[in-house]
């Protein structure tokens, strides 16, 4: 694999046929991240998950909240025909106007009568932020 500086990177991806795209988000590691980490991400493969706040119409987007409440656009490429709702842990890439992109999005089970803790599930993620040392699940930006 080569290695693209990150300021040529977004060129990259503009170039890429859609299944060098789903194939580069899926076969390399992504980072958790929340709302807070998401402009540091941009154009670059991440996972998020988040309970569903509403989704459009033609079920092309979608709003998910974070742990914190704060809330980010995901954009399939295909609209969703059934039922979403709850938690989803989306994969996908950030846009320049930190939209995600979604790849793959898969909506989590809740056990009965225990809901998923998505301000704990943040804490793990800022955790695994501040000591990437101990959790070595980041990619580092090439530049």
């Known amino acids: 694999m080569i290695a693209v500086p990150a300021r040529y990177r977004a060129l990259f991806l503009l170039s890429a046929s859609?299944?060098?795209?789903?194939?580069?988000?899926?076969?390399?590691?992504?980072?958790?991240?929340?709302?807070?980490?998401?402009?540091?991400?941009?154009?670059r493969p991440v996972c998020f998950v988040g309970r569903v706040e509403k989704v459009?119409?033609?079920?092309?987007?979608?709003?998910?909240?974070?742990?914190?409440?704060?809330?980010?656009t995901v954009e399939l490429n295909e609209p969703h025909d059934g039922e979403l709702n709850g938690v989803v842990e989306v994969v996908g890439m950030v846009s320049n106007k930190g939209v995600l992109m979604a790849t793959t999005y898969s909506m989590l089970q809740e056990a009965k009568g225990v809901p998923f803790d998505l301000e704990l599930y943040n804490e793990a993620v800022k955790i695994i932020r501040d000591f990437p040392q101990h959790y070595p699940f980041h990619v580092a930006a090439s530049g």
């Open 56 to 72: 459009s119409p033609n079920g092309k987007t979608f709003t998910v909240a974070d742990g914190e409440s704060r809330t980010v």
């Open 18 to 43: 859609p299944r060098d795209d789903m194939s580069a988000v899926l076969d390399n590691p992504r980072p958790r991240i929340n709302h807070s980490m998401l402009l540091q991400h941009i154009g």
